[in-house]
């Protein structure tokens, strides 16, 4: 008789379980949606600014231009979300942007090994981080990623006097370069 009444028991559980385990993989996919749009949205204000600033006064003033700017145009794209973003790479030039926990190594490494990978979610002392993979996919980043025989002396200049340990020159076009970051806080 006692184990009858604990069988409804016992699948109410399981049920709930189950639940939470649909529920935290729609969090995730939904966490993950919003990171890929919020990420794309904070790339395109930076090549706009980017592209105008060349424009307006060439490469030289186009460094000064991203050591003073792209940290506050990445931040606005979480301005109405309670999430941290970055940009962050393992041949950084900004030393605020080099990798940082034990996550963004094993998420860069795998990012590394597997071209195919375009994004994840990792989960950080019960936090979600979302991280997607910025690769140098046009010409024009090469003018100040390239090769230093390749970058206006100019603009090598301004490179060099803002940031005397830049690891962030000798790529190739379309490779690996780093990692936006968006670490989602109270989730
Ligand atoms: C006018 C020169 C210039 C061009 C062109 C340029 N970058 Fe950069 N890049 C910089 C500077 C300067 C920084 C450091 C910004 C800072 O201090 O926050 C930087 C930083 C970065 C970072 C952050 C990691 C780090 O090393 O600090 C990434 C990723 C990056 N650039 C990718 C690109 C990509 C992709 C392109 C092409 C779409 C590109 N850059 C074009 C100058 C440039």
Avoid at 135 to 151: F, V
Wanted: with cysteine; aromatic share 8%; charged share 25%.
């Amino acid at each position: 008789m006692k184990r009858l009444f604990l069988l409804p028991a016992i699948s109410v559980v399981l049920l709930s379980c189950q639940d939470n385990r649909v529920e935290d993989s729609a969090r995730r996919q939904a966490l993950k949606v919003q990171g890929d749009s919020i990420t794309t949205l904070a790339q395109q204000t930076l090549v706009k600014n980017l592209t105008a600033a060349i424009q307006k006064g060439g490469y030289e003033y186009a460094v000064d231009f991203c050591n003073v700017e792209a940290a506050s145009l990445t931040s606005s794209a979480v301005q109405y979300i309670n999430a941290s973003i970055q940009r962050i790479s393992d041949r950084n030039r900004n030393p605020g942007n080099a990798l940082k926990t034990q996550t963004d190594r094993d998420v860069f490494e795998h990012f590394r090994k597997f071209d195919n990978v375009k994004d994840t979610l990792a989960l950080e002392d019960n936090k979600y981080v979302y991280y997607k993979r910025i690769n140098l996919a046009m010409p024009t980043c090469m003018n100040c990623h390239g090769a230093p025989q390749n970058i206006e002396p100019a603009a090598l200049a301004r490179i060099d006097a803002h940031y005397p340990r830049d690891k962030a020159k000798n790529y190739n076009l379309n490779e690996f370069r780093g990692l936006w970051k968006l670490a989602y806080e109270n989730e």
